[in-house]
């Protein structure tokens, strides 16, 4: 079974600073992918990045990052220069990639974290 | 740029009525999902099918069923609506290859409201 832990519920940054939403996993399995989505107050879900857990770099899209640390298990999401349009609800997911097949490769969430940016 | 329709967008229900959600995509993909999104619980999934002419159950089935209609369609069906079901559900669909790497794309959502 897979577990996503977004230990912040809310978060404050000031427009054009940067930010850092953590999340952090537990997986038994060896391949796995990690993804970001943002959901905006408007309600539709955003993929914003992925980072499969054999890439050797970190990804990157735009303004967004992705710090992963795979020996502790984090994958947190980094927004440089954040803007007004980035507050938004946050949700960190996983599913587990081959040799794990079947039913066991669901996207998995974790709780959320909403991120308000400041003018 | 459709992508993933989900219908309707809002509905109010009396407990015990029945009522099907429906969603379609048009991405060619293979594999469709079924998801409630609770305040603070993130998204939970609720049934998906892998490809056309399977489902199978996810974290929370209990209460619901799906249909697969075609590759296009996949729609959610509550039978006795109870107001635990209260939620926001949301549909989405991705190409379940050998490497799924690739994302989700989800619907708009709809809000279901269980009197």
């Known amino acids: 079974a897979q577990k996503i832990t977004q230990t912040q519920p809310g978060m404050f940054v000031q427009e054009k600073e940067a930010v850092t939403l953590d999340c952090t996993y537990d997986?038994?399995?060896?391949?796995?992918?990690l993804f970001w989505y943002k959901q905006p107050s408007s309600g539709e879900m955003i993929f914003l990045i992925y980072?499969?857990?054999?890439?050797?770099q970190n990804a990157t899209e735009g303004r967004y990052s992705l710090n992963f640390q795979k020996a502790r298990k984090s994958a947190n999401l980094v927004i440089s220069a954040s803007q007004l349009g980035d507050s938004a609800m946050y949700f960190c997911a996983m599913r587990p990639l081959p040799p794990s097949s079947g039913s066991a490769r669901q996207l998995t969430f974790g709780s959320g974290t909403q991120l308000t940016v400041l003018p | 740029n459709a992508g993933v329709t989900q219908t309707p967008k809002f509905q109010v229900l009396k407990t015990g009525q029945s009522m099907t959600l429906q969603c379609a995509q048009d991405m060619n993909h293979n594999s469709m999902y079924w998801y409630r999104q609770d305040p603070g619980m993130g998204l939970r999934l609720i049934y998906y099918?892998?490809?056309?002419?399977?489902?199978d159950k996810g974290e929370v089935p209990n209460g619901y069923n799906v249909s697969r209609l075609n590759k296009r369609e996949f729609s959610l069906r509550l039978e006795s609506a109870a107001p635990s079901q209260t939620s926001v559900y949301f549909c989405a669909s991705d190409h379940r290859g050998a490497y799924s790497n690739q994302p989700q794309h989800f619907g708009d959502g709809t809000r279901l409201s269980i009197l």
């Open positions: 980072q499969g857990s054999y890439d050797e």
């Open positions: 099918s892998a490809s056309e002419g399977t489902t």
């Open positions: 997986t038994s399995d060896q391949s796995y992918g």
